[in-house]
């Protein structure tokens, strides 16, 4: 099922429509800044386990999430003065900021090292999205593991449509995944590069 939303200005019908959704298990695929995502409300086992079964992933490799702003952060992961002040800077924005988890975050969306990955893509839909939710959700690109991801939606309905319980329709999408950094022991380092520059990092 696909769910065309404005994406600059989310009708709020259709994003209740999105939520209900996900409050009832299911998962979608979404736009974000920078590609396609895979979500579903953190807190619910059941889908994670789905997103995991439709990417063929490794599930000791925890999927990171979305948070609708930088206090709805602080729930999830320690915060610095340090940290705050980068993410501040930089988000919204197609980062991945590597922090340590606190215990509300769901063993599954941890590391052995007890981190978390969390993103505030610069996406009204996605953003709009998490607000009325009330809390994170999954956030991993559209692909099985290992290959390239998908930036249509029309595509992404096609190949994987039928896993999945809607895909909201943002338009089409022209970015990479988002770059990962962390931020942990207060030290920057770039995990992953994808869209988001990082020239500022050498100006620290």
Not at 104 to 118: A, F, H, S, Y
Not at 119 to 134: C, K, Q, T
Not at 138 to 162: A, F, L, M, R, Y
């Amino acid at each position: 099922m696909i769910l065309a939303l404005n994406p600059e200005n989310p009708q709020q019908r259709l994003v209740n429509r999105v939520v209900e959704c996900l409050k009832q298990g299911g998962v979608i695929a979404y736009p974000t800044d920078t590609i396609y995502g895979l979500g579903c409300d953190i807190f619910n086992k059941k889908g994670v386990k789905k997103i995991y079964q439709i990417k063929q992933r490794d599930p000791r490799k925890p999927f990171s999430f979305i948070c609708a702003d930088l206090s709805d952060v602080s729930n999830y992961a320690q915060v610095s003065n340090f940290a705050f002040k980068i993410m501040k800077r930089y988000l919204p924005g197609p980062f991945t900021f590597v922090l340590e988890a606190t215990r509300v975050v769901p063993d599954v969306l941890t590391t052995r090292q007890k981190t978390v990955g969390i993103r505030i893509p610069d996406n009204p839909i996605a953003l709009s999205i998490v607000r009325e939710l009330g809390h994170p959700i999954v956030t991993t690109s559209v692909n099985i593991s290992g290959e390239e991801s998908h930036c249509d939606p029309v595509i992404i309905n096609q190949q994987v449509g039928k896993q999945l319980d809607m895909v909201v329709d943002g338009g089409n999408l022209l970015g990479e995944q988002s770059t990962v950094i962390s931020l942990i022991d207060d030290k920057v380092e770039v995990l992953r590069q994808g869209s988001g520059d990082t020239s500022w990092i050498h100006q620290l």
